[in-house]
């Protein structure tokens, strides 16, 4: 069983940035994907970012031009930088690794964005 630690959640002012950090217990290239996703309450779970394991990202258009997705493989773990942060960014943030069609999720960290 692949277990994904996810960490960096906060509170933060509308405009700011935070930084968030998935460490998985298996190398990240066993993954053909690591995602990002987020949900806020009373909606579905959606993809904010993923990066494929040939370092290929995509990203969600609500998020375009203001978070990256990003890996250090020294360190095997997966960034989400998030700057100009809006208050609909507040959410869960769950971190994903995808292999053969089968997705391990992380624990979650919350990430409020105050007006």
């Known amino acids: 069983q692949v277990h994904l630690v996810e960490s960096g959640g906060g509170l933060v002012q509308a405009g700011g940035s935070l930084r968030l950090s998935c460490v998985p217990s298996r190398s990240i290239f066993r993954f053909n994907a690591m995602e990002w996703f987020r949900q806020a309450p009373g909606n579905q779970r959606e993809l904010v970012a993923e990066?494929?394991?040939?370092?290929?990202?995509n990203y969600a258009d609500s998020v375009k031009g203001r978070f990256t997705i990003s890996r250090d493989v020294a360190k095997n773990t997966v960034y989400l930088q998030m700057n100009s942060l809006k208050p609909e960014d507040t959410a869960v943030y769950y971190c994903?690794?995808?292999?053969?069609?089968?997705?391990?999720w992380g624990q979650g960290t919350q990430v409020t964005v105050s007006s």
């Open positions: 994903a690794g995808s292999r053969l069609g089968v997705r391990s």
């Open positions: 990066i494929t394991s040939g370092g290929s990202t």
